[in-house]
């Protein structure tokens, strides 16, 4: 884990329908190390409390970060321009499997949780097949990063106005049916992924899904994180934020 202030690159909004951002960082010892999945901890001008935020690549010497604007300090995040420094900490947490991206993986995404799932399509690329899910085409972003992986790429919006009418996870039955998939990687809102869950026990796949928690230390001191995954207490920031989950019974 490193901890310092790194030059921004870029700070810019992916939409124009929503306040979603994404920063570049120069970070080169962070993104040596990072891995798909995990997060970096970002401390913003002010505020008591670190911001988590995941990381969406990792490469040449660089960090991309993306987020939500959702209160007064991801707020002041998006107000950073090119040229400013940032204090970030990380990389922190557990992340998604990658350990043999020869075999077959399905992705399935929702809102901010599209990002990570970027960084583990460019490491699966053909052997990935994603599915994001959006409300409305104003939403849709990242649909160039996520083809330029060489993935098979499906989207779907809510009110049917780009892609897929319907939710992600009215997709994945087929995709199932027509693809060969070893393993299923999530992340994004929970209803959303608890039908992923069910879908990958049905065929008693190994489904491994990213959690999101309020965080306050983000290395597992404070406990302010913890959640039920499969019957026990777990600390999202320290023991995940990604969980094998597996069984019929699972409690979020």
Avoid at 111 to 118: A, C, H, R, S
Avoid at 152 to 165: E, P, V
Avoid at 228 to 247: E, H, L, M, W, Y
Wanted: net charge neutral; with cysteine; glycine share 12%.
């Amino acid at each position: 884990m490193i901890t310092a202030l790194y030059d921004i690159v870029s700070n810019e909004k992916l939409t124009d329908e929503h306040e979603i951002y994404s920063m570049t960082i120069a970070a080169p010892k962070i993104a040596e190390i990072a891995k798909p999945g995990q997060f970096v901890h970002v401390k913003c001008n002010g505020f008591t409390l670190r911001r988590p935020i995941s990381i969406a690549c990792a490469e040449r010497g660089q960090l991309r970060l993306c987020y939500d604007v959702r209160g007064d300090g991801t707020a002041w995040l998006s107000g950073l321009r090119s040229g400013g420094k940032i204090d970030v900490m990380g990389p922190l947490g557990n992340g998604f499997d990658v350990s043999d991206t020869s075999k077959k993986v399905l992705l399935v995404g929702g809102g901010v949780g599209i990002y990570p799932l970027y960084f583990v399509a460019a490491a699966y690329k053909k052997n990935a097949a994603v599915v994001l899910g959006f409300r409305t085409k104003g939403l849709v972003n990242f649909e160039k990063e996520f083809r330029g992986c060489g993935c098979g790429l499906h989207i779907a919006t809510d009110d049917g106005s780009y892609g897929r009418k319907g939710y992600a996870t009215e997709l994945i039955g087929e995709i199932l049916d027509n693809n060969k998939i070893d393993i299923i990687m999530t992340c994004g809102p929970k209803i959303m992924m608890k039908g992923v869950v069910l879908e990958s026990h049905k065929l008693g796949l190994r489904c491994q899904v990213s959690m999101e928690e309020r965080m306050a230390c983000g290395v597992g001191a404070c406990l302010a994180c913890v959640c039920k995954v499969n019957g026990q207490t777990k600390r999202v920031c320290a023991d995940g934020p990604v969980f094998d989950i597996s069984g019929e019974e699972f409690e979020w």
